[in-house]
């Protein structure tokens, strides 16, 4: 049974960071390019960043690049998203799951049916 946790998430005053974390089991995790996504209250979901499966290419929204870092562990199944200067638009649920090819697109993997609760970013003004 596939599941997905995140964590890290919490409350932070603009210009703050934050990392969050992505943990995975019953997949092979090394098998998938993976991501991090978001989703503000009344907003649709949308990509916040890709990196492949050996972690040697990431891919960044124009909205986060230079301020977020993805990294990825596959000895320990864990995804990472170092967020620094935060502003208060970076305020969502954040998600973890695999990616789809282009990376560059920062599009959800199809028919992906194992997404975690989310862990909550907010960002005060």
């Known amino acids: 049974q596939v599941q997905v946790v995140e964590s890290g998430g919490g409350l932070v005053q603009a210009g703050g960071s934050l990392t969050l974390a992505c943990t995975t089991s019953?997949?092979?995790?090394?098998?998938?390019?993976m991501g991090w996504f978001r989703q503000a209250p009344g907003k649709e979901r949308e990509g916040v960043s890709c990196?492949?499966?050996?972690?040697?290419?990431?891919y960044y929204a124009e909205s986060v690049r230079g301020r977020f870092t993805i990294s990825r562990d596959n000895a320990k199944n864990t995804l990472h998203l170092q967020m620094n200067s935060l502003k208060p638009e970076d305020t969502a649920m954040y998600y973890c799951?695999?990616?789809?090819?282009?990376?560059?697109?920062?599009?959800?993997?199809?028919?992906?049916?194992?997404w975690g609760q989310g862990t909550q970013v907010t960002v005060s003004s």
């Open positions: 019953g997949l092979t995790f090394d098998d998938y390019a």
């Open positions: 799951a695999p990616c789809r090819a282009p990376y560059s697109e920062l599009q959800g993997k199809s028919g992906w049916g194992y």
């Open positions: 990196i492949n499966w050996y972690g040697s290419s990431a």
